[in-house]
T-cell receptor, first 116, second 116 residues
């Protein structure tokens, strides 16, 4: 158990709909990352937050957005869903940079999204 | 930019065979190196890591040594088991250009199948 909690584990929804994926980082971790894993694209970095602020952006579509709340949990919002958005979405967290463990990123078990 | 190249799979071995999965990297800084494992239907788990040159990471019988001179971090196991069947990802973590944030760069993953 990595200590990173993601909900829901599985989600099936229709095209055009909107879903929210939730992530609780490991206790004390300030950084939260979102990744998408699909068969054709592999593991893609989407976005990172640090202590509530956006820190880095990857291959995140404009239809997707994320935020990190004061209690450090994060949500990834996916809207106007398309069939190609079907994937496993990972949340990950890491400690504060400069700490001994700050360079290690721990992943949750992922949220399986199926768009039909 | 940073990149990770790992041997393409799939790799199929018999139980008790020796495993090597090659991984090489390109990085501008002094990265930490990781192997993550994804068992069928599950999330990403940290398998082992090494944070500086000549460090050896080890876990569950797997080992990898950080070789700065060859920019490599090959994963090895002396005797694989059926339960080791999974996808293995090599990754590096380095500070971004701002110096205050760690970024994780993944290889494309190698599927290992171990037959009884």
């Amino acid at each position: 158990d990595s200590g990173v909690t993601q909900t829901p584990k599985h989600l099936i929804t229709a095209t055009g709909q909107r879903v929210t994926l939730r992530c609780s980082p490991r206790s004390g971790d300030l950084s939260v990352y979102w990744y998408q894993q699909s068969l054709d694209q592999g593991l893609q970095f989407l976005i990172q937050y640090y202590n509530g602020e956006e820190r880095a952006k990857g291959n995140i579509l404009e239809r997707f957005s994320a935020q990190q709340f004061p209690d450090l949990h994060s949500e990834l919002n996916l809207s106007s869903l398309e069939l190609g958005d079907s994937a496993l979405y990972f949340c990950a967290s890491s400690a504060r940079p400069g700490t001994g463990a700050g360079n290690t990123i721990y992943f949750g078990e992922g949220s399986w999204l199926t768009v039909v | 930019g940073n990149s990770v190249t790992q041997m393409e799979g799939p790799v199929t071995l018999s139980e008790e065979a020796f495993l090597t999965i090659n991984c090489t990297y390109t990085a501008t800084g002094y990265p930490s190196l990781f192997w993550y494992v994804q068992y069928p239907g599950e999330g990403l788990q940290l398998l082992l890591k090494a944070t500086k040159a000549d460090d050896k990471g080890s876990n569950k019988g797997f080992e990898a040594t950080y070789r700065k001179e060859t920019t490599s971090f090959h994963l090895e196991k002396g005797s694989v088991q059926v339960s080791d069947s999974a996808v293995y990802f090599c990754a590096l973590s380095d500070r971004d250009s701002g110096g205050s944030n760690y970024k994780l760069t993944f290889g494309k993953g190698t599927l290992l199948t171990v037959n009884p």
